[in-house]
């Protein structure tokens, strides 16, 4: 499984890291995307991924901003997000996914972790 941690009350302008753990499974076999739904909204938006196909890459909302990266001796991907706006205010989830050669396409998603931007 995938757990989500780093969330919390943040003002603006402040940086925090969020942290998308391995636990059984090994995250350098995976691309890995992180997601945000903000209240309100049924829709989650990708904001940044590191894939095997694409490479590393952000939404244009966050490009500048928010930095992917990963630690394979931690087993964790993290985002780094900097100069928050109220805007960034959302849930973050992690999502994995790899090609299995024995068990097909294997898909994760982390349980999420609550990012609240206040002035």
């Known amino acids: 499984r995938l757990v989500d941690s780093g969330g919390g009350l943040v003002h603006p302008g402040e940086s925090l890291t969020l942290s998308c753990s391995g636990e059984g499974v090994e995250l350098s076999w995976y691309d890995v995307t992180w997601y945000r739904k903000t209240p309100g909204s049924t829709d989650e938006e990708a904001v940044a991924w590191e894939t095997t196909f694409s490479g590393t890459g952000y939404a244009d909302s966050v490009k500048g901003r928010f930095t992917i990266s990963r630690d394979d001796a931690e087993n964790t991907v993290y985002l780094h997000i900097t100069r928050v706006v109220l805007e960034d205010s959302a849930e973050y989830s992690c999502?994995?996914?790899?090609?299995?050669?024995?068990?097909?396409?294997?898909?994760?998603w982390g349980q999420g972790t609550h990012v609240h931007v206040s002035a």
């Open positions: 999502y994995a996914t790899t090609l299995n050669p024995l068990a097909g396409r294997v898909s994760l």
